[in-house]
Structures are given as C-alpha cells and as structure tokens.
C-alpha cells in the first residue's frame, strides 16, 4: 500500500483493517462453526486506491465485511452485498468497481461505479466458501446402514448415531460413530444444523427426533407408519418438554422420494435423493412423496401384544432369570437389557429406550399401580 493512496479522503491508517492472519483465523473460526462465508481477494488495481492485489477479506452471510480490501464504504458495501449474494447463490463471483463501470466491463465480471472520492479502480474475486452438510443418521436397522454406505458417495459428513458402537457394523472410512441415544448427547456430538435421518424402527426414534429438534436441524426424517409416527413425535415432545405440534411441524414423514422402493437399500436411496434434494434449498425439506408406507409391520404388530400379561412379570429380575418388555411383550435378558425402569417399587426392564420412553411417559397404560 502507497502513503499518497487514500480512501474517500481518509489517511489509510484511520480505517479499521484485520490482517491476513487474523483472516484466516476467522476463517477457521467460521468452519468450525459450520458458517458459510465468501473469501474476497483484490486480484487487480488501478491507484489511486488503498489496497494492493492479494489483499483479502472475509464477508460473513449477514453481509458483515471483515478483513482489507481497499476503498471507503462505497466501495466496501458493494464488495459486502456481492458477498452475501454470492453466498446465497453458492457460485463465484468477479467485480469490478471503476468510476465508469463501462471501462472494465466484461464477460464475466459484475462491473460496479465506484462512487468514492478517488477515482480508483477496483476488481475482487469472491468465492464463497460453504461447509460441508453433516448427514446424522440415526438407528442401526439395515435401512440405516444402507443410507450410510451410499452418502459415503456424496459430499456429506456423515455420522452415525446408535446406542452401541458395535451396533454401527461396518461403516465407510470417515464415518464417526456416536455410540449414545441421550438426545442432548447427540445433539452436542454433531454439528450445527445437520440434516438428520431417522431410521432405528422404533428402538429410539423418539430420542433421535428430539435430537435433530435440539440441534436445529432443518430437516428431521423418519422412518415409520403414520400411527407410529405420531407416538415418536408424542414422546419426543416429551423429551425436550416441548409442545408436540411444534415437534410434528419440525418432522418430515413419511421421509424420502416415492419410488416404490422395496428393500433397504431402496428405502435408503429415496431418503438420499431427497437429503440431496433439501441441501440444494429445492424443497426446503417438504416430503416428495413416500418411500416408507408399508415397509414395516414387525413393530407394530410386536406393540398390539399382551401388555397386561407382559406387566405381571415386570417384578425385579435376579441373576439371568428373564424379564418381559411391559410395553411390547418382548423377553429381555435384564443383565443386557436396552433400559431400566423404577416405577412403584419394581424395575421394569425393556428391549430399547423407544419402550423405556412411552412407558416413563404413562406408566398406567402397561401396569396395574399399586396403591401405597
């Protein structure tokens, strides 16, 4: 930068600039935050104006400009507004600012008058810079598993949530693996705003809907018939203490593109087309149509069982003797059980926390109380 450059007749020193090291710490900062931004580099100039070529700047999604490209705010709120639409739009961008935009117009180039006191030129490259999309994918049903060998394809972070790591099996390199159910435990493990796919077949899709909700997912799929969604969104709403018709409004389901898909790895290519379909901002999450009507029936006839008769042995289990689920009639090794619950002086042990959830929830709908 020359001494006799200045900017709208202001002394280069008297205008607040960030360094390019503190550029790329921001940058970094705004990664890992998972923050889209536009990098902005003056890759021409033409004096007198206060900036050299290779100068940067960072322009954040709220249009803030952070960083030194040259100029007064004439010009600086150009190379913002640029920015913040070169974000939006996702696509690259050159600008030109020159007191007649006509002498550097161009095929390729955005040309802008610079209205500054100087009659400098200015041409900045603007690239936005937009973090990968985390895909959460939640349950290890074969569904599940499918979904996460073929994202492995596509640019997507993928993580895995499920109660036990083992349970994950073999995943692509690069996968991570979280190994709990606790809602606020998934919700800290992945990024902000992932794209989440329920798919454990009632085991804890409850605690995976309130985990996307926690993590402000903009879009929560799941994997079940109508009537057993609305008891995960119940019990999900239960969770977060929240009110269940907000939890609903948060949860596409039927999840993915209807394309008569039969089998899990069908199942798992609908869901994909339409996780590709809300990260591109077409449908914003809307559901295409439905990939999951009749996919399953095993949890739902498993749930008309005998809960009655199922409750009378919900007694304390000692040692090995068997215990059965109160809520889906299924026998549960207590010394391996999924849950546990303390409810009017027993300990009530069950297949998968999906059980342990609509059972805290109302406990008289599975066992007689006893009265004190």
């Avoid at 536009?38 to 700047?57: C, F, L």
């Avoid at 402000?216 to 994997?223: F, K, Q, R, S, T």
């Avoid at 203490?241 to 209807?258: K, L, Q």
């Avoid at 010394?335 to 297949?351: K, L, M, P």
Wanted: proline share 6%; hydrophobic share 40%; charged share 25%.
């Amino acid at each position: 930068m020359t001494t006799d450059d200045t900017a709208d007749g202001e002394p280069n020193g008297d205008r607040s600039r960030i360094d390019d090291g503190d550029v790329s710490t921001l940058e970094e900062e705004l990664r890992a935050r998972g923050e889209p931004y536009a990098r902005a580099t003056v890759v021409r100039r033409e004096p007198p104006v206060s900036s050299n070529v290779g100068d940067r700047a960072v322009v954040t999604a709220d249009g803030e400009l952070h960083g030194w490209v040259g100029g007064a705010a004439c010009a600086q709120s150009i190379v913002a507004t640029q920015g913040r639409e070169a974000i939006e739009a996702d696509a690259p961008r050159l600008v030109g600012i020159a007191p007649d935009p006509e002498t550097v117009d161009r095929p390729g180039l955005d040309a802008f008058p610079m209205t500054c006191h100087s009659d400098g030129v200015l041409e900045i490259f603007l690239e936005p810079v937009t973090p990968t999309t985390e895909l959460v994918v939640v349950g290890d049903s074969p569904v599940a598993g499918s979904l996460t060998r073929l994202a492995d394809e596509l640019a997507l972070d993928v993580t895995r949530v499920v109660a036990d790591a083992a349970d994950a099996g073999d995943v692509p390199d690069g996968t991570d693996v979280v190994d709990t159910v606790d809602p606020d435990g998934i919700a800290a493990a992945v990024g902000p705003s992932p794209l989440v796919v329920v798919a454990s077949m009632g085991k804890y899709d409850a605690r995976g809907i309130a985990a996307g909700v926690a993590a402000d997912a903009p879009y929560v799929g799941l994997i079940a018939s109508d009537a057993r969604a609305e008891e995960e969104v119940a019990r999900a709403a239960d969770l977060l203490d929240s009110d269940p018709e907000s939890v609903r409004a948060a949860v596409t389901n039927p999840a993915g593109v209807n394309i008569e898909a039969r089998t899990p790895a069908e199942l798992a290519a609908g869901l994909l087309a339409e996780v590709v379909d809300v990260r591109a901002g077409v449908s914003g999450g809307a559901a295409v149509g439905s990939a999951a009507d009749g996919a399953e029936t095993t949890d739902d006839e498993t749930a008309d069982s005998d809960a009655d008769a199922a409750a009378d042995d919900g007694d304390d289990a000692g040692g090995s003797e068997p215990a059965v689920d109160p809520v889906c009639g299924m026998t549960v090794d207590p010394d391996d059980a999924a849950a546990s619950v303390e409810h009017g002086g027993r300990t009530y042990h069950f297949c998968c926390h999906g059980c342990a959830d609509s059972f805290e929830s109302e406990p008289s709908a599975y066992v007689e109380e006893v009265n004190a």
